[in-house]
C-alpha cells in the first residue's frame, strides 16, 4: 500500500531534488505551480532525469535528450517510448512529502 515518505525541508531545495529510497530513485521539480515527482530513470536507457534540462515543464534526458511532460509523465519526444512513472506530492509543515 502507497505510504506518504518525509522527503526534504521544502526550502532545502530550489529546482530539483534526488530522493531515494530502498534503491528506487524519485526526481522531484518545482514548477511554476508546484512541486510535482517522477521516477529519475529515463524510461529509454535509464538516464537520472534530474540532472536533465527543464524547458517549460518538460525534462529532457540528458544522455539522448528524450522529453517527458514532468506533470503527467508522459513522452513528448524519442528516443523514449514509454511514460515515466509519477508519484503524488505534498507539502505538510514545510516537509515534503511523495506518495511511494
Ligand atoms: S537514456 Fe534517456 S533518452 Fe536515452
Excluded at 528506487?24 to 514548477?31: M, P, V
Excluded at 521516477?39 to 517527458?68: A, I, Q, W
Aim: positive net charge; aromatic residues 12%; proline residues 6%.
Amino acid at each position: 500500500m502507497a505510504k506518504w515518505m518525509p522527503v526534504v525541508e521544502e526550502t532545502a531545495f530550489r529546482k530539483t531534488y534526488k530522493y531515494v529510497h530502498r534503491r528506487k530513485e524519485i526526481a522531484l521539480f518545482r514548477l511554476e505551480d508546484g512541486l510535482y515527482a517522477i521516477d529519475n530513470s529515463c524510461s529509454h536507457e535509464y538516464s537520472p532525469l534530474v540532472e536533465g534540462m527543464v524547458v517549460h515543464g518538460d525534462v529532457y534526458c540528458p544522455k539522448h535528450g528524450s522529453r517527458f511532460d514532468i506533470r503527467s509523465g508522459a513522452v513528448k519526444d524519442f528516443p523514449a517510448t514509454r511514460p515515466v512513472k509519477t508519484y503524488p506530492v505534498k507539502i505538510e509543515d514545510g516537509m515534503v512529502y511523495v506518495k511511494l
